[in-house]
Structure formats: C-alpha cells, structure tokens
T-cell receptor, first 113, second 114 residues
Framework: GNSVTQMEGPVTLSEEAFLTINCTYT??????LFWYVQYPGEGLQLLLK?????DKGSNKGFEATYRKETTSFHLEKGSVQVSDSAVYFC????????????FGGGTRVLVKP | SQTIHQWPATLVQPVGSPLSLECTVE??????LYWYRQAAGRGLQLLFY??????ISSEVPQNLSASRPQDRQFILSSKKLLLSDSGFYLC???FGGGRYNEQFFGPGTRLTVL
C-alpha cells in the first residue's frame, strides 16, 4: 500500500535558523508529492508540490525535491520566521479514481523570536 | 474562483447525540469531495470521498456516515456520537476527472464530544 512517513515533532527553532523536515514514502506506482501547511486553528493550504522525479517544488522560501532513488521529499527553508510556525504535512497521490491523498502524521514547527 | 465552506466552525455535543456537518463548494461543477478527521496531536485520516452525487466511498469503518445530496454539497453525519469522534474535521475538494493534483481544504469544524 501507500504510506508517508515524516519526522515527528515538535521542531523548535530560533528565527533565521535553517529548517529541514524529512519525508519518505512508499507507493505502488509513480506518485505526485505535496507539502501542506496548517496554521493554528485553520485548515490546510498547499505549500508546494512536485509531480515527477527530480522536480523541485518551491513557495514562500520553502523547497522540496522529488527524489525517486531515495523515495524522499524533504522540506527545507534557509531562514525561518515566527510566522512559519505551523504544522506541516507531507502527502502523496497516485493517479487513480478519487484523487485520494495519503498524508504523513504531520510535523509541528515552532519558531521563536 | 472557487471557494469551500464548512459549518459550523465549532461544535460541542454530548455523547449519544446526532451529528451533521456540512460542506459546500462554489464556483465549480462535479468536484471530487473528501472528509478528513484530524484527532488531537495526530495526522489526517481520510474518512470518505465522493466522485459524484450519491456516490460515497468509505475509507475506514466507523460511527460516521456521509452523503452527497447535491453536486457541491457533502454532509458528514452520525446517529450517536462517541467520545472518540472528537477532532478537527476537514472537507476538501478537487477537480473531477483526475485533471489536477491539488486538493483544496475548507476551514474545518472542531468537534468536541463530552
């Protein structure tokens, strides 16, 4: 079956620190990969995505590269801000009926000033 | 543009009471619709999805049910709530037909069962 594994949080950082959130997956096919972000009290927003191997998704200073050889999609940001405090979810989608997403467990990130 | 609405935003219900959460999408036709639950401190679990009116697929056995009476309306229900039904419920949609990858999420409903 399909599954996504993320590093457990919480991850606590100081402002301007480097952030990495690891994400690995198993999939029966060729998935599209996503990072979603959930700010406190809100629903999920798409942060970035990659649809094929070696694609790099980027948005708001965040980046993630689709690594087929290591089945990974690690999220990185070079200099975090307090406003980046949120829960980050890695997800995959196999093109099939229903467009279902399989999510990782989420990683809570807390950035302190 | 498309928008997704969920209500209520928060709900406190006693054990054994019924539940009805509503989700509506505007600005698109024939979307795929999804209900997720996020329990406290845990990830997202897909509960139901629907590719059309009256078509519901259940992902996990549970105390809840879903219905899609109209093209852009998705309802999550229960006849008798359990304590374990507490959580944050998210509705999502995507364009039908597999043309796009992204799912768009609503603001969520926080349900507390006492």
């Amino acid at each position: 079956g399909n599954s996504v594994t993320q590093m457990e949080g919480p991850v606590t950082l100081s402002e301007e620190a480097f952030l990495t959130i690891n994400c690995t997956y198993t999939a029966t096919g060729y998935p599209s990969l996503f990072w979603y972000v959930q700010y406190p009290g809100e629903g999920l927003q798409l942060l970035l995505k990659a649809t094929k191997a070696d694609d790099k998704g980027s948005n708001k200073g965040f980046e993630a590269t689709y690594r087929k050889e290591t089945t990974s999609f690690h999220l990185e940001k070079g200099s975090v801000q307090v406003s980046d405090s949120a829960v980050y979810f890695c997800a995959l989608r196999i093109k099939a009926a229903g467009n279902k997403l399989t999510f990782g467990g989420g990683t809570r990130v807390l950035v302190k000033p | 543009s498309q928008t997704i609405h969920q209500w209520p935003a928060t709900l406190v219900q006693p054990v054994g009471s019924p539940l009805s959460l509503e989700c509506t999408v505007e600005g698109t036709s024939n979307p795929n619709l999804y209900w997720y639950r996020q329990a406290a401190g845990r990830g997202l679990q897909l509960l139901f999805y629907s590719v059309g009116i009256g078509q519901i697929s259940s992902e996990v056995p549970q105390n809840l049910s879903a219905s899609r009476p109209q093209d852009r309306q998705f309802i999550l229900s229960s006849k008798k709530l359990l304590l374990s039904d507490s959580g944050f419920y998210l509705c999502a949609w995507t364009f039908g037909g597999g043309r796009y990858n992204e799912q768009f999420f609503g603001p969520g409903t926080r349900l507390t069962v006492l």
